[in-house]
Structure formats: structure tokens, C-alpha cells
């Protein structure tokens, strides 16, 4: 199914097992595999110190589906097992804190800025050939503000939520396996067709394991209030409310503190955080046979009328465990209904 790759070394043979985790309420993902040989953090090349990048590749191909960096190195209790562990790009998104005054610019402009002045997609002259890009979307919306000591990855959801709730692009993800940062509309995964022990050929979605369905009103808000994010006044207060869910649930409130001095429309405000969480909560978790293509942004269709699953989900969760002949994936999805935008 893949080959491994360290530092652009083949180490298949030392290879025990490889497994990575990824959220789309997350900018990175988190890999471990374990190996019969100690790799380290860091290797020499070319007369330089660098820190050890993993490739999982197609196999017979040189094209990545996972680049990840190793952050952590452990021998463990066997004494013939090293077990490495670490993250993709996203790493150096949530362990860059930064200073930095927009003034009216395009989202877009803003994140490209963001990356050059940070070193996101730029891994050249440390001895290996493969560089990663930055790829984007056209965004709409412009930023305005000053940050100090918030870190990349938490401005850069700041900024895809701002774009999405002043009504551009929706239905975007972080997406940062490939070696740099990607963001990504939501795609359509059809069919996941995946060998298994080298011999059968078999669709994962028809592979269904481990189905739970909860529910829960544990977050349900029922009424919302906007009001003033200063601490020593109350300038505005917009309330919202769904009275029909009060009656069923009983009254349970959001206070959502906004700039009112901004040209922001409060009414809407309230009404769209009302609509986001007036809802009773659903959780979807299920395990198939699949590969890298069922990660999070995608779309895929199930048929489970015993739990009344039937239709187009979204995957917002999925954890990999790669063994030589199958690849098991535990993913957690919510059902998905095509944006506007």
C-alpha cells in the first residue's frame, strides 16, 4: 500500500507500523510508527543539521500522501522497538506566536504574509529536494487588526471564520499533510476502493464496523445575547430566542461578546450563533478498510438504514493505523448538506 520514507531513505524493512490522526477542527495531524531502529530527531546532511522528515508515499511511487516531521523519540520498553512520533506542517502553525498589524488587506494577502514571515512551505537548502507550496482559495473578505502573541494557526481559524461569517467562502478546511499548508474546500470521496492482503480488492464504504450513534443537548442554546466585549460597560444588548425549544428544553443561554462599535450587523449576529446552536448535538463514529483518501474535508456517502445513516457525510475525524496488508481508519462524521458559497 505505502512506502516509508526518512529524509528520502527508504526504511520499509525497519518499519513496524505506521498510524496518524487528523481533525478538522485542527490545523495539523499527529503520526507515531515504531521501527526496530532508532532514528533520532535529527540527522546530518549534506554537513547539516536537520530534523527528521517521514514521507508515507504510494507504494512504487515517490508521491507523498503524509509528510510529517518527527518531534519525539522514545526507546521503548522492548528493547528492540524505537517508537518516533510527531506532526506534518501544522507543527510550526501552533508553535509560532506572532506580531502583526493588517490593515484592510485581502484574507488571502494576510495568510501568504503570515507563512513567507514564518517559514511555512519553505523547506530548501537543508540536502532534500522536495519543497511544498502554499495553496489557497480566493477569498473575499478583508482582515483589520493587530495581533500580539496569538499564534498562526489560531489567527488563521480566526480569519476563515471571518471570511465565512461576512459571507464568502464556506466549507473550507486546514489541511497540512502534504508538507505545507493547504486550504481545502470540502470534496466528494465516491469510492474507496482498497486492496487488502495484497489479494482482494474491496470498496471500504461497504466495510462498516463499530457503528455508534449519540445524541445529546449538553451544548443546545435556546437563547442568544449579544452584547459589548468591554469589561467595564454594557453599550448593547440583542437578544435572540427560539421559544418552541425553550418550552421543550428549558431556557439555556449564549452571551456572545462583540466589538458594537464596529460596523456589525448585532441582529444578524444573534440570529445565525442562534441557529448554529439551537440544535440537539449528533455524534456519528464508525470504523472502515480504506487509505488516505478517507480524511477529514471529504464527503462520502453511506447506507445504513439500521441507524437511519443514509445520505452524504462529512468526515471531521480520522485515525489511521497502517499495517502491511490493510489499513483500518476510525472516522467520525456528521451529515452534510451543500453550502451556498
Known sequence: MYDIY???????????????????????????????????????????????????????????????????????NNKDVFKHSGFDVGFYLKNNQVVKKFNGENIGTAIINLCQENN???????????????????????IKKIYKGETFDEILKELLEL??????IKDVYIDCKNGGLNIRRYEVEESLI?????????DGFTTYNNVTVKHSIQKLRNRVIITDNANDKIIKNIQKKEDDSIATYGLLTHVEKVDTNKNNNLIK??????????????????????DYRAGKGKIIPIELEEYNLTGKFLIKTAAHKIYENR?????S??????SAI
Open 6 to 76: 526518512l529524509n528520502g531513505n527508504l526504511i520499509n524493512e525497519t518499519a513496524i507500523e505506521f498510524s496518524y490522526s487528523e481533525d478538522l477542527a485542527d490545523v495539523g495531524t499527529a503520526f507515531e510508527f515504531t521501527s526496530t531502529t532508532d532514528y533520532g530527531i535529527t540527522s546530518e546532511i549534506n554537513g547539516k543539521k536537520v530534523i527528521n522528515r517521514l514521507e508515507l508515499c504510494l507504494q512504487n511511487t515517490r508521491t507523498p500522501v503524509y509528510v510529517g516531521y518527527i518531534t519525539d523519540c522514545e526507546h521503548t
Open 120 to 142: 511555512i512551505g519553505e523547506f530548501k537548502n537543508d540536502g532534500r529536494d522536495t519543497v511544498f507550496s502554499v495553496n489557497i482559495p480566493k477569498f473575499t473578505q478583508t
Open 163 to 168: 471570511e465565512k461569517t461576512k459571507g464568502g
Open 194 to 202: 482498497t486492496p487488502v492482503a495484497q489479494v482482494l480488492i474491496i
Open 269 to 290: 449576529l444573534a440570529e445565525n450563533k442562534l441557529a448554529e446552536l439551537n440544535k440537539v448535538e449528533e455524534s456519528i463514529s464508525l470504523s472502515i478498510l480504506g
Open 327 to 331: 489499513e483500518e481508519v476510525d472516522i
Open 333 to 338: 462524521i456528521q451529515r452534510y448538506k451543500e
